[in-house]
């Protein structure tokens, strides 16, 4: 399984299970009704926030990947275009002594 997968479903399953077990011990936990809707208020608030910190922070390292992977993919986009020109350098340069060969040759 590849890795961003993993940590996605890491992530997914952390929060789906975080909720379940909240929901759970709130509803088992001898309470009035008006406290028991209260306390399920002050979980789902407590979990939308931390949801969001945690959409914030895989945005951010998100952005951080993206701008790594577009300064590697330049760099070797730069060292590509380097060695072609080499390549080319050195065949222009072998086809050059190939036609001077074939001229003193034929003189």
């Known amino acids: 399984m590849p890795k961003e997968n993993t940590g996605s479903g890491l992530l997914v399953g952390t929060i789906v299970g975080t909720a379940v077990g909240a929901v759970g011990a709130l509803l088992l936990a001898p309470k009035t009704g008006v406290q028991l809707r209260e ?14 910190e945690l959409a914030s922070t895989a945005k951010d390292k998100t952005k951080d990947v993206l701008s790594s992977v577009r300064e590697e993919a330049s760099d070797l986009t730069d060292r590509a275009k380097k060695s072609n020109e080499h390549v080319m350098d050195a065949f222009s340069s072998a086809k050059d002594d190939m036609k001077d060969k074939m001229r003193s040759t034929t003189n």
């Open 39 to 52: 306390d399920i208020s002050n979980k789902f608030q407590a979990l939308s926030q931390r949801t969001q």
